[in-house]
């Protein structure tokens, strides 16, 4: 994998060529060199080459949760406000989250929260560049793309502190369709803006509340966090959505080797923008912070 940002990472995998006259195996797994751990089985699936009814279908590709995760009420609102917006599916990438967390997710699931748990905790040998969370993330990356092709139309790559702002949009499905009208695009950049958590929280957010559901939203980052850096259209300040079986190398800010064909649409900032929540992106005595609400517009029907 050519990695932008490390020229030394490099993911390696050797394996049997397949004959077609021999059996297909149910499943496959990555065993570290001179390794006795048990390995993570792996279901393998044969693709196709088409679609597998994924039209209109989103699946949200999160980025391992570095232990300790315990992070549950950030995690809550991700899984919530996607899923209003239009998220069919969540691959989780757990590495070494809280037992309290991973519980969480168990009782999402129960509700009929579609979300695989994936695993991640790879052998790795530290480098002097190469860091343990840059390796689980990029290979993290080309398992979901290759997981979610043609099962799903679309998959995007957020972390749970990133928050697609729809501004003209109730899901993502329309902008998608609308965007798309005007030409065959299959790759959509997002630019972000951070939200300095630094800053107090605005309490008033939603008006005429009891004081049990303001304590709830008091825990909402996306709501009471509206003060943000100013808009700049800066590349590595950028998330994505894509077509999976238009990639061949999945990039944490953008597609790092694609497919002859893939065409880009760089969405502009009156149709979406990523929110950012995170300590220490932004000045927080800045005067150039501007006021942004964060209020999603949420389906017909849905709450």
């Not at 605005?202 to 009471?224: A, E, H, R, W």
Request: positive net charge.
């Amino acid at each position: 994998m050519d990695d932008p940002y490390d020229k030394n990472l490099y993911v390696v995998i050797s394996c049997f060529p397949y004959i077609e006259t021999s059996i297909v195996p149910k499943n496959v797994a990555i065993l570290y060199h001179n390794s006795s751990d048990v390995p993570n089985w792996m279901p393998v699936t044969s693709f196709p080459g088409k679609s597998l009814m994924s039209k209109g279908r989103i699946a949200a590709c999160i980025k391992p949760l570095y232990g300790p995760f315990t992070n549950k009420d950030l995690l809550a609102q991700f899984l919530a406000y996607y899923t209003i917006i239009g998220v069919n599916h969540f691959y989780i990438y757990n590495s070494l989250s809280s037992p309290e967390v991973l519980d969480f997710i168990g009782k999402v699931k129960d509700k009929g929260v579609s979300i695989t748990i994936i695993p991640w905790i790879l052998p790795y040998q530290p480098q002097a560049i190469t860091t343990t969370t840059r390796f689980l993330r990029r290979t993290m990356l080309q398992d979901c793309n290759y997981r979610s092709m043609f099962h799903y139309e679309y998959i995007l790559n957020m972390d749970v502190d990133e928050f697609i702002a729809l501004k003209q949009h109730s899901s993502i499905q329309s902008m998608l369709e609308t965007l798309s009208s005007s030409g065959r695009f299959e790759y959509f950049k997002f630019s972000e803006v951070r939200f300095c958590l630094q800053l107090p929280s605005y309490s008033n957010v939603i008006p005429n509340l009891t004081g049990s559901d303001q304590k709830i939203v008091s825990k909402l980052v996306s709501l009471t966090k509206v003060m943000r850096n100013p808009y700049r259209k800066a590349w590595w300040w950028r998330k994505y959505i894509v077509k999976p079986e238009m990639v061949e190398y999945f990039g944490v800010h953008f597609v790092t080797k694609e497919l002859p064909g893939l065409k880009l649409l760089d969405v502009g900032p009156e149709i979406a923008l990523i929110h950012h929540y995170r300590s220490n992106l932004c000045d927080p005595k800045s005067e150039q912070n501007v006021h942004d609400p964060f209020y999603p517009k949420p389906l017909e029907g849905k709450c």
